[in-house]
């Protein structure tokens, strides 16, 4: 699970952000990691924010045993973050302005923080506890202080929780049955609306409500991964990345390679989108379903000269989490 993020987030990396068919004209299909010029331009996995807030958490979580929100919302505040999304850097601002962190984030249904809630798992794996569920919300809030993004971060922590108890891969409707019945509830009745394409003014309710509709009506009607981000865009707004995840896990699920590359090439925020699927695809299959040069050519850097501290990480984690 931890490794499917960092992978994720690394082959999208330097491409990310392009509209598919830009990219695809630029690099083909992409299904490796692409020359990075922050490694030398050399072909290997480089990380962004996803993957460095995401083994922050991890980090926060080993030391502590738990989640201590403020000592969290410090280390992402005080911590070089590359490519630091418009939410995060607010969260940052109002934090260093002297705001509590219950106050400091943003309310945004961007999705920053879906993509680093995987390990708050983590130390429930063999402890199961209800306090999971307050943990994801919170560790949502930090940063992301809003209906959607909780909502988003609790079902998709369900999600991978169920994933990494059971082998069996899912059926297409199990994705969206289950991040139903979990987010809806906690959303509730809250109002967001596309911010472009076919819905563009037709739609206003719940994120979860569209997410779960548009995703089951994009694979009735046999639809691609980018015909299907068309339909509902695939950016950084979570009313756009969730239907993707879930379309994407719904459809290719069973074959982790390709689930992942769908979300690279097929999407717009590709790096994140492609570390969200990485989690999941990653909790289902294990590290070993992924081509070996994904993970041998991970620099595991978190920040400008620690290669390997990522690949610490999670043997630590294995080791206080799952023995």
Same mark, same amino acid.
């Given at each position: ?28 299909? =992409? ?17 962004? &924010? ?22 969290? *919302? ?38 920053? #923080?879906?993509?680093?809630? /995987?390990? !708050? =798992? ?14 994801? *919300? ?26 990494? /108890? ?9 994705? =969206? ?21 076919? $819905?563009?003014?037709? $739609? ?10 548009? !995703? ?16 509902? $865009? ?24 390709? #689930? ?8 717009? &925020?590709? &790096?994140?989108?492609? /570390?969200?699927?990485?989690? /999941? ?35 630590? #984690? ?6």
């Amino acid at each position: 699970m931890l490794l499917g993020t960092a992978i994720g987030d690394g082959l999208g990396n330097t491409s990310e952000g392009m509209l598919p068919v830009h990219r695809h004209e630029r690099h083909g299909r =992409i299904d490796s990691y692409l020359p990075n010029r922050y490694a030398g331009f050399e072909a290997v996995g480089v990380p962004t &924010d996803d993957t460095q807030l995401t083994f922050w958490l991890v980090e926060h979580l080993l030391e502590h045993g738990r989640l201590v929100p403020e000592q969290l *919302a410090s280390i992402f505040a005080s911590r070089q973050i590359f490519g630091m999304g418009s939410s995060v850097r607010e969260f940052c601002r109002n934090l260093k302005a002297g705001m509590p962190w219950q106050e400091a984030g943003a309310h945004s249904a961007g999705n920053g #923080a879906l993509m680093r809630i /995987a390990p !708050v =798992i983590g130390p429930y794996v063999r402890k199961p506890s209800p306090q999971l569920w307050e943990d994801a *919300a919170v560790c949502s809030a930090i940063t992301h202080n809003d209906p959607g993004s909780i909502a988003c971060c609790v079902g998709y922590v369900s999600l991978l929780s169920d994933l990494l /108890a059971d082998d069996a891969v899912p059926a297409a409707d199990w994705w =969206i049955d289950t991040f139903e019945r979990v987010a809806a509830p906690v959303e509730g009745e809250i109002e967001y609306s596309p911010r472009g394409g076919p $819905y563009f003014g037709r $739609y206003n309710g719940p994120l979860t409500a569209f997410t779960v509709r548009e !995703v089951r009506k994009g694979l009735e009607d046999g639809l691609q991964t980018i015909e299907f981000g068309e339909r509902v $865009y695939s950016g950084a707004f979570l009313m756009e990345t969730m239907p993707m995840v879930l379309f994407i896990l719904a459809k290719y699920g069973a074959d982790p390679e390709q #689930a992942v590359l769908e979300a690279v090439n097929g999407t717009k &925020d590709n &790096d994140t989108i492609a /570390a969200i699927v990485g989690a /999941a695809a990653g909790a289902l299959h294990g590290a070993n379903a992924s081509p070996r040069e994904w993970i041998t050519q991970l620099t595991g850097r978190l920040g400008i000269d620690d290669d390997g501290h990522l690949f610490q990480l999670t043997d630590a #984690a294995i080791e206080a989490w799952l023995n």
